[in-house]
């Protein structure tokens, strides 16, 4: 949280600087996940029905790693900040997003195609439900 802190920190000083008026609204959570989004795109990953992920540009399984607040909800699409080698390939710093930002946001990287064609796949009862903010 310090670094986030100091992140925010800097950024309100970087409009300060170029006087433009910091606006912020605390429970705006799908501005702040489409935000982290396109920062890291290219980190994104969808459940599978044995409750693994796999990556979608460069498909590789990997899990929530087990210390995340996410480990036991399983969202249906995650981003991600780094992969972490252990037991298994684990995905750190982890939040839910839906597939169609990836389109929106990155159309130079990803099609709809990419994201579609699992979008209307069923998962196991209970598993892969949206995370309610």
């Known amino acids: 949280m310090k670094r986030a802190r100091d992140i925010r920190d ?3 000083g970087l409009l300060e600087r170029v006087e ?5 609204n605390l429970s705006d959570y799908e ?4 935000a982290i989004t396109s920062g890291f795109f290219p ?7 044995n409750g693994s992920y796999r ?3 460069h498909p590789q399984t990997v ?3 087990p210390s995340s607040g996410l480990s036991q909800v399983l969202p249906r699409w995650v981003i991600y900040h780094e992969l972490v080698l252990t037991t298994k390939e684990y995905m750190r710093q982890v939040t839910e997003l839906k597939p169609e930002w990836l389109v929106e946001i990155a159309p ?9 064609d699992s979008m209307s796949k069923k998962m196991p009862r209970g598993e892969g439900r949206p995370q309610q903010d």
Do not use: N, R
């Open 10 to 12: 800097q950024l309100e």
């Open 20 to 24: 433009i008026e910091l606006v912020s």
């Open 31 to 34: 501005t702040i996940k489409k």
């Open 43 to 49: 980190h994104s990953a969808k459940l599978q029905k």
């Open 55 to 57: 990556t979608v540009k």
């Open 63 to 65: 899990h929530i790693h």
């Open 108 to 116: 130079h990287y990803y099609q709809l195609k990419d994201v579609e």
